[in-house]
């Protein structure tokens, strides 16, 4: 807090845009709070002068790796930023939901929506059952054999209802440092970028007006670009890694300890991890020009999301919502 009040005494702390990320404990996730919140009451005179993207970085993979404190924490934020990033084990965690299928992950966007006001959602890192409708062609060879993530998004609508859109990419054998930043930092300039060009940057929440589908919200064609550029530079980051991989695989580093016996031979293995581990940092000031201008973006088009509510109220997921289920046979769960 100490930085920011720095930052008001020299008059620096005009910000139209805020981005949030990792925080190490709840003290810290409750002053981000209050440095957004304090934004926010500034700009109420003038609807669409401030837009807070929330990173609630809680874990992933089922396991929380911040202090378990911080996740009420961060659910207090939800009602004051204008959009959440979490990933489908943080969505979880925020929403109380747990997301197996389709109508899980709607019931859990609907939530954040309606119970925590939230005006924009996007899931990073998700895992469920492709289909041949919502698969990009070109920029993802052999989908067939090769894992699969998505995301899902959505911006309610005025009576908080969700408007779902999904983009599936092909996961690269490579475990990369650094796309959760890059992914939240792009979406930032993109998503600006789509508001401006859709006129809602005057609207509250650069929310669009309700007849807009989900494939066409700025959210969606911001997240369109941040993906194809995010897939350039991952596969050239993966080639860099391949390559790092096979110098030391055979033993082409000269860097490495020459020495022997059991204290040269862990030193050996850790200078090893080292460099695969820097190989595998995104590299993003290399491909600058994938940034600037994503190539291929019609390979990652956004793709509709249909849940009929007949399948809500079969998922094995209890409705906390409060919605009236209806009768078995009504509906299935379907992607158009």
Known sequence: MKLWEGLKDARIDQFDMMLSGYCP????????????????????????????VLDPVMG?????????DEVPVYRS??????????????????????????????????KLHQAHKTPHVLITSIRLPPT?????????????????LSII?????????????????????????????????????????EARKAGVMNKPNWRSPDDV???????????????????????????HYESAAGQVQQGEDTQLNEGTGEEASEEKDTMRHVKLTRAAEVRVVRNVRALRD???????????????????????QPDELGVVKVSAGQGAVHQT
């Open 153 to 193: 998004g959505s911006t309610a609508t005025s009576d908080l209802k969700p408007r779902l859109f999904r983009i599936t990419v092909t996961v690269l054998p490579v475990f990369f440092s650094g796309t959760g930043d890059m992914f939240a930092s792009l979406m930032v300039s993109r998503l600006r970028q």
């Open 77 to 110: 934020l939800l009602k004051d930023a204008d959009l959440i990033l979490p990933n489908q084990f943080e969505a979880e965690l925020l929403s109380d939901v747990k997301i197996h299928d389709l109508a899980t992950m709607k019931q859990a966007i609907t």
């Open 132 to 148: 041949a409708s919502n698969t990009p062609t070109a920029a993802n060879e052999d989908m067939s054999t090769s894992a699969k």
């Open 25 to 52: 404990s709840a003290g810290v996730v409750d002053q981000v709070g209050k440095i957004g919140r304090e934004l926010r009451t500034r700009a109420a005179t003038k609807p669409g002068s401030f837009f807070w």
């Open 294 to 316: 994503p190539p291929n973006v019609q390979d990652f088009k956004a793709q509709p999301v249909a849940v009929d509510i007949a399948d809500e109220a079969h998922s094995e």
């Open 60 to 68: 992933d993979n089922g396991r929380v790796y911040v202090a378990e």
């Open 213 to 239: 589908e989900g494939p066409d919200l700025p959210l969606a064609k911001a997240a369109e670009k941040v993906l194809a550029s995010m897939q350039a530079v991952l596969k050239d980051t993966a080639a």
